[in-house]
C-alpha cells in the first residue's frame, strides 16, 4: 500500500507501507530506502457545493 509520511517539519516522502511502530509511526520504502516518520492526514475526498 502506498502511504505518504513526513520526516521533518516540511518533508515529506511517500512509498510502500514496510510497518508499524509502537509509537505511531510508518516504515515507507523508496528504491533501496527505508524512512520512518508520522503518517499523513488523508485529505477530504469529497468537496460539496451547492449552487
Known sequence: ML???TIGS???VQG???GQ???GKL???VDE???VGLPV???NSAVMCNT
Do not use: E, G, H, N
Open 3 to 5: 502511504r505518504t509520511i
Open 10 to 12: 516540511c518533508v515529506s
Open 16 to 18: 510502500i507501507l514496510v
Open 21 to 23: 511502530l509502537s509509537d
Open 27 to 29: 516504515m515507507v520504502r
Open 33 to 35: 530506502k527505508t524512512f
Open 41 to 43: 492526514a488523508p485529505a
